[in-house]
């Protein structure tokens, strides 16, 4: 009897502290949490929540969180919240809080070679007075290029670890490197924003904005291997797969100098199919780099 008494109190020892680690790391729970997470009966989950009940906050239909005052201010959960918000939640195979927080404790395991962000200390002001103008939809006033503007602020955009700011400018939805921004002034003039600039916003790539501009590229079978493990270009898309393995993608830019540096990358495995106007320019464009190159080279030499 006592041995049967001890594993009982054993294992509700066990499930009221992995409950309570649970609300901890922000999560919610109901007896349907209860039942699923420890193969429980109904009355055994009711138990434990009353047993719980003074620690816990109803949030109605039954679901209960931990309360306020015990919350602590940066759980795990909050880890996994700012993964996504980041941008690198796919980073790991599993981005749940706990995990993350257990891939930190062994980080000398694993190193993370990308892109690294500038130090962005001095954004700081700067950036704190766009998101409240941004909040406010308040038009902001500045210099950019040794020109003053004047810009209905939308959103703060992380472009390859720089800061920009997308707003409207004279008409049109632009990027404004928040680095290259002096002279800021937050004025009292509000705007409305619009559902056009919002839709654009949602549909670029980066901080390319305007009509787009689709083109059909070959992919080498060499490069083909690296196009199929990760997009490498704006709405990537595979349209044929050839016998020799290699491709026909198509993709959709805001900006043909940008695709014109990336196909240089690239060359001789990835180029332009179609449409023609677009390769002839990137053939022109190519012709051009090259000649200049070449003058180049010639003085150099004679000087």
Same mark, same amino acid.
């Given at each position: ?17 992995? /409950? &309570? ?26 138990? %434990? ?35 996504? &918000? ?5 980073? &790991? ?14 980080? %000398? ?10 130090d962005n200390k001095s954004l700081s002001k700067l950036f704190d007075h766009l998101d409240k103008a941004i909040t406010a939809r308040c038009i902001v006033t500045f ?52 559902? %056009? ?18 083109? /059909? ?10 196009? *199929? ?25 805001? %900006? ?16 332009? /199919? ?7 320019? &990137? ?8 000649? *200049? ?11």
């Amino acid at each position: 009897m006592k041995k049967s008494s001890g594993k009982k109190n054993r294992l509700l020892i066990e499930r009221v502290c992995e /409950t &309570f680690s649970a609300l901890y790391q922000g999560s919610i729970i109901d007896k349907d949490w209860l039942c699923s997470h420890f193969d429980i009966a109904e009355r055994t989950a009711y138990r %434990d929540l009353a047993r719980l009940s003074p620690l816990l906050d109803d949030m109605g239909n039954g679901r209960f969180k931990l309360s306020s005052h015990l919350i602590p201010s940066l759980h795990s959960g909050h880890l996994a919240e700012f993964a996504h &918000f980041a941008g690198v939640s796919q980073l &790991f195979p599993q981005t749940d809080g706990k995990s993350l927080r257990n891939r930190m404790k062994k980080s %000398d395991n694993i190193e993370i070679v990308g892109i690294k962000s500038r130090d962005n200390k001095s954004l700081s002001k700067l950036f704190d007075h766009l998101d409240k103008a941004i909040t406010a939809r308040c038009i902001v006033t500045f210099s950019y290029r040794e020109k003053p503007r004047r810009v209905q602020p939308y959103k703060l955009i992380n472009h390859y670890g720089l800061w920009y700011l997308a707003g409207v400018d004279d008409g049109r939805l632009k990027a404004f490197e928040l680095a290259r921004i002096g002279d800021f002034s937050l004025s009292e003039t509000s705007f409305s924003p619009t559902d %056009d600039v919002i839709a654009e916003l949602n549909n670029a790539s980066g901080i390319r904005f305007g009509q787009g501009i689709q083109a /059909t590229l070959w992919v080498s079978a060499h490069a083909a291997q690296f196009v *199929t493990r990760r997009p490498l270009f704006p709405e990537q898309r595979i349209v044929e797969k050839h016998p020799n393995n290699s491709l026909n993608i198509t993709c959709v830019v805001n %900006d043909k100098d940008t695709l014109f540096r990336w196909l240089r990358y690239w060359m001789p495995d990835i180029h332009i /199919t179609a449409p023609a106007a677009l390769k002839d320019d &990137f053939v022109k464009d190519f012709h051009s780099r090259i000649a *200049t190159a070449n003058v180049a080279n010639v003085t150099e030499a004679s000087s």
